[in-house]
């Protein structure tokens, strides 16, 4: 069994870096990637949103299958430190690539060597997060220990975030708005990113394989898919993360857009309008246990979502001004950060309660994060096609597209999140009446 103590502050520090490193290598692309596509790679808008969702279709055939396969490297290594070393490597190196000028290749080549990279950053990324997260299990065995380790590791993914989303536009502007700012950004961002990843790999290296993975011999992948379904729960809370991720997918997506033409801005605007969202996500993350601990799970799930959807519409449908912006992207990344930390430790809870009984963590785990991404790719896919309804945006932009513009920055969201609601709303309903019940009784 792991070690039932809490988990030490140097280990959990160690442990959040590692999420750390791997969002600084991998931030940016949701962030600015559609964008840089298609205003400096010079990539049409729907052919870029579909590049984008190559590595995603990649996820969903092999992520279940990837995290499946970590828990044999894992087992023939002893330990999970072989697998953060190689992610430490390669995240960082492949960042650097994704944005090394490539307008001067015929289209076709060009498109052909960005959705391999796509493709090999997304994949290495499960190996890291399957891996990363499957380590909570060997260091303890005790779901406040684990979330202890899932508030670190939700507060280094929001740090990195944070830091993306101020100091990506500001190193675009600070080494030159074109092709090269981007690449030298890129090169900033990538040596942040392999130093934390190195420092998560010094903390976590020398802890033992313990928990979650199958010992004997397994059945066919098909066949454990299969018996995975069995845990409902598990699948609602994908479910849930699948649509919190299209939405706020979407949100980033669309906001440089929305920055330039909207608000007439430049790209260091961005850093104005994403700070509140990241610093609030800290404090979401923070407050998150509290709530969990005082409210049923399914009621905190509802609310924070509710919030989130207010979030969107203050953000996206009020007025175009600076402060009315931060205001609503506050309370965007206040719920957000709740349901960070309260999904992925509910999605933990249930995979690891199905590892008990001889099933593959690291399986469940490959789904979650197929799922994760899943989520990104249908925000990017909803976004790259929603400009190509939008029209040209080139020179000065007609009022029709602005206009257009504007639907496409709330709506996408804003659906999205109405939608987890609708997927939440029952469970409360139906807790409530058992609450009742047991009162009565």
Same mark, same amino acid.
């Given at each position: 069994m792991a070690d039932t103590s809490a988990p030490s502050r140097v280990l959990s520090a160690g442990f959040g870096a590692g999420t750390l490193g791997s969002t600084l290598s991998s931030g940016v692309v949701p962030l600015l990637f559609l964008f840089y596509l298609t205003e400096f790679a010079h990539v049409p808008p729907a052919l870029a949103g579909l590049l984008l969702a190559i590595p995603k279709v990649a996820d969903m055939l092999l992520d279940p299958w990837i995290g499946r396969c970590t828990d044999g490297w894992a087992r023939k290594a002893g330990n999970r430190g072989a697998l953060l070393a190689v992610t430490a490597l390669v995240l960082p190196a492949v960042l650097v690539l994704l944005f090394v000028p490539t307008d001067s290749l015929a289209l076709p080549l060009r498109v052909s060597l960005i959705g391999v990279l796509l493709v090999v950053q997304s994949l290495v990324l499960t190996v890291f997060s399957v891996a990363h997260t499957a380590l909570a299990g060997d260091i303890?065995?005790?779901?406040?220990?684990? *979330?202890?380790?899932? #508030?670190?590791? +939700? @507060?280094? =993914?929001? $740090? +990195? !975030? %944070? &830091?993306? *989303?101020? %100091?990506?536009? =500001? @190193?675009?502007? +600070? $080494?030159? *708005? !074109?092709?090269?700012?981007?690449?030298?950004? +890129? &090169?900033? @961002? &990538?040596?942040? #990113?392999? @130093?934390a990843l190195v420092l998560c790999w010094l903390a976590v290296r020398r802890t033992p394989l313990r928990a979650g993975v199958e010992s004997h011999a397994t059945a066919p992948l098909l066949a454990a898919l299969r018996a995975t379904l069995r845990n409902r729960e598990f699948y609602r809370v994908v479910l849930i993360l699948v649509l919190l991720g299209t939405s706020s997918t979407a949100l980033f997506a669309a906001l440089p857009y929305a920055n330039q033409h909207l608000l007439r801005a430049g790209p260091e605007n961005l850093s104005a309008l994403l700070t509140p969202i990241f610093v609030s996500l800290l404090l979401g993350v923070a407050i998150a246990p509290v709530l969990a601990r005082l409210l049923r799970p399914n009621a905190v799930l509802g609310a924070a979502l509710l919030a989130a959807f207010a979030g969107v519409l203050w953000f996206a449908a009020g007025p175009r001004e600076n402060v009315s912006m931060m205001a609503g992207g506050a309370l965007f990344g206040l719920s957000c950060g709740t349901l960070t930390v309260l999904i992925s430790t509910l999605a933990m809870e249930a995979a690891t309660n199905s590892s008990s009984r001889g099933e593959s963590l690291g399986l469940y785990l490959g789904i979650l994060f197929s799922a994760e991404k899943l989520g990104q790719s249908l925000g990017g896919i909803v976004v790259g096609f929603g400009l190509e309804w939008v029209g040209t945006l080139q020179g000065t932009p007609a009022p029709a597209a602005l206009h257009r513009l504007a639907t496409l920055f709330v709506a996408v969201p804003a659906a999205a999140l109405l939608s987890a609601l609708l997927v939440v709303l029952p469970l409360i309903a139906r807790n409530s009446a058992q609450a009742i019940k047991d009162n009565n009784a």
């Open positions: 303890t065995d005790t779901i406040t220990g684990r *979330s202890t380790l899932m #508030s670190a590791r +939700a @507060l280094g =993914q929001t $740090f +990195a !975030g %944070l &830091a993306v *989303s101020v %100091l990506a536009p =500001q @190193l675009v502007a +600070a $080494f030159g *708005s !074109g092709s090269g700012g981007y690449l030298c950004m +890129a &090169a900033v @961002l &990538a040596a942040a #990113s392999a @130093l």
